[in-house]
Nanobody, 130 residues
Framework: QVRLVESGGGSVQAGGSLRLSCGAS????????MGWFRQAPGMEREAVAG????????VYGDSAKGRFRISQDNAKKTLHLQMNNLKPEDTATYYC???????????????????????WGQGTQVTVSS
């Protein structure tokens, strides 16, 4: 049974940093594509960052470029999202997601689509105050 558990959310002032983590179990961690998504109240869930099979390729949504970094520790089966220079508009619930059957073809095109990911965590709240 696949299980994803996020942690590391919290409240921070604008300009601050947070590091989110997602512990994974129930599948071969390094063989899956992982992603971070976020959803603010009343908004669609949007893609933040993705990483291909243990770190072969990293991709970022426009809101994350230059400020966030996705990484994973295969030995600890943990996905991370380092978020720097946080802004109030980053306030949202952040979710990690996993896709276990993960082709590299067109990865940069499909990584941001929610429907591609079969497994989701319960989310962790990030609140950034101005």
């Amino acid at each position: 049974q696949v299980r994803l558990v996020e942690s590391g959310g919290g409240s921070v002032q604008a300009g601050g940093s947070l590091r989110l983590s997602c512990g994974a179990s129930g599948y071969t961690f390094g063989s899956a594509c992982m992603g971070w998504f976020r959803q603010a109240p009343g908004m669609e869930r949007e893609a933040v960052a993705g990483i291909y099979r243990g770190g072969g390729s990293e991709v970022y949504g426009d809101s994350a470029k230059g400020r966030f970094r996705i990484s994973q520790d295969n030995a600890k089966k943990t996905l991370h999202l380092q978020m720097n220079n946080l802004k109030p508009e980053d306030t949202a619930t952040y979710y990690c997601a996993a896709k276990t059957n993960c082709p590299f073809d067109y990865y940069r095109e499909w990584w941001s689509r929610k429907v591609e990911y079969a497994y989701w965590g319960q989310g962790t709240q990030v609140t950034v105050s101005s």
